[in-house]
């Protein structure tokens, strides 16, 4: 567990080591809970919650946090809103410790492409209190330790000279840590197009015979899945700005500009979680159609195989008609009794297939197609 007090008007970010017994004079706390953590010291957290924000939990909000298959949704209570979360996050990206690896559960196994077995999609849940905000990450979450290290980065002089704000709100800091969520999937794009470009080309090349159709099937079913996630990712997101829209009318200048503001930083995780739909759908519409495009090429390499093999048929069906009229047993034919009969023969035989070859190469029947 990891607790920090955020303060506005230049205090920076402070770490402790423990639960908080107070609210800070001025900005508000962000307790950041591992998964395991947070169902053994659920009772210390819920004592706390009434202790700064005068209410606890409610117990299907709970239930929903400790859940590791709950898919992204949006609640609220009069006292706080939650919002759950699936991340789309590289396993082993960003350096997690081994330890807590070594603790964490084995995600579900995804299958196709090697990039898209390294996606984990474990929920994280957020309670967006007025000054506090509880989060419930994995316990391999490095996205927690990703931001929570730049937010210690951000305290410095230097960054407070080059302009970085930290956040102003819980709802702020909430918006921040989901759009480094999302943005850890679109930084997987490049690789994820990239490997299916290559099963693009080996489904396309002429000679090839392709046999791992079952990986094929898992990444449709991948990528189907990643598709499933992201839609109600932008559902969970549009109900809070929605949400958003129903809060009273703030009184002075600052309020309104900071909900103008979160309404801007909302819309923009939303339009990211957008992106990551559409860049979804265009690589499941990829993989379909260079399915479809093996099987068109391989049927019309079957119609060329079939059509050579009918006109090498057709070329030598009088041939057989020719033989087997002069191998009936009859003893009085024509030119059969003569010297020079077979000769005849073999030159008729001859012009037969130079006069049908001809036709057919005029026809096209045994023009190679182009490639």
């Known amino acids: 567990m990891r607790v920090f007090t955020i303060g506005n008007n230049g205090q920076g970010v402070t770490e402790a080591s423990a639960l908080?017994?107070?609210?800070?004079?001025?900005?508000?706390?962000?307790?950041?809970?591992?998964?395991?953590?947070?169902?053994?010291?659920?009772?210390?957290?819920?004592?706390?919650?009434?202790?700064?924000?005068?209410?606890?939990?409610?117990?299907?909000?709970?239930?929903?946090?400790?859940?590791?298959?709950?898919?992204?949704?949006?609640d609220y209570t009069s006292q706080y809103d939650m919002l759950v979360f699936r991340r789309l996050a590289t396993q082993g990206a960003l350096g997690e410790p081994a330890a807590a690896a070594a603790l964490a559960p084995k995600p579900e196994r995804q299958g196709g492409p090697p990039v898209l077995r390294r996606i984990d999609t474990s929920p994280v849940g957020f309670a967006v209190f007025d000054r506090l905000l509880l989060t419930v990450h994995p316990n391999d979450c490095a996205v927690r330790e990703a931001y929570a290290a730049r937010l210690l980065k951000d305290t410095s002089a230097e960054s407070r000279a080059n302009g970085v704000k930290l956040p102003a709100s819980p709802a702020d800091l909430m918006l921040r840590l989901v759009n480094t969520m999302v943005d850890g999937y679109l930084e997987l794009r490049r690789e994820l197009t990239r490997q299916l470009?290559?099963?693009?080309?080996?489904?396309?090349?002429?000679?090839?015979?392709?046999?791992?159709?079952?990986?094929?099937?898992?990444?449709?079913?991948?990528?189907?899945?990643?598709?499933?996630?992201?839609?109600?990712?932008?559902?969970?997101?549009?109900?809070?700005?929605?949400?958003?829209?129903?809060?009273?009318?703030?009184?002075?200048?600052?309020?309104?500009?900071?909900?103008?503001?979160?309404?801007?930083?909302?819309?923009?995780?939303?339009?990211?979680?957008?992106?990551?739909?559409?860049?979804?759908?265009?690589m499941e519409h990829s993989a379909e159609a260079a399915v479809q495009m093996h099987f068109s090429a391989q049927s019309n390499r079957t119609n060329d195989v079939m059509r050579t093999l009918t006109a090498l048929t057709a070329v030598f069906l009088p041939l057989n008609f020719i033989t087997g009229f002069f191998g009936m047993n009859f003893e009085f034919m024509p030119v059969i009794h003569t010297s020079t009969g077979f000769w005849w023969t073999l030159a008729l035989m001859l012009l037969v297939v130079v006069v049908v070859v001809t036709v057919f190469w005029r026809k096209r029947y045994l023009a190679r197609s182009a490639r």
């Open 20 to 74: 908080p017994t107070q609210l800070p004079p001025h900005g508000f706390v962000w307790i950041a809970c591992a998964r395991t953590e947070f169902e053994s010291l659920q009772a210390q957290v819920q004592d706390t919650l009434h202790a700064l924000c005068d209410t606890r939990l409610v117990d299907l909000h709970l239930a929903d946090l400790l859940n590791r298959q709950l898919p992204s949704h949006y």
């Open 197 to 282: 470009d290559h099963w693009q080309a080996q489904l396309l090349k002429p000679k090839s015979r392709f046999t791992n159709w079952s990986a094929v099937l898992e990444a449709r079913l991948a990528l189907h899945q990643l598709d499933e996630i992201c839609e109600d990712q932008r559902s969970a997101v549009q109900d809070w700005i929605d949400s958003i829209e129903t809060w009273p009318e703030a009184d002075d200048a600052a309020a309104r500009r900071e909900r103008e503001l979160l309404n801007i930083r909302s819309r923009d995780v939303l339009e990211h979680i957008e992106r990551v739909v559409h860049h979804v759908r265009r």
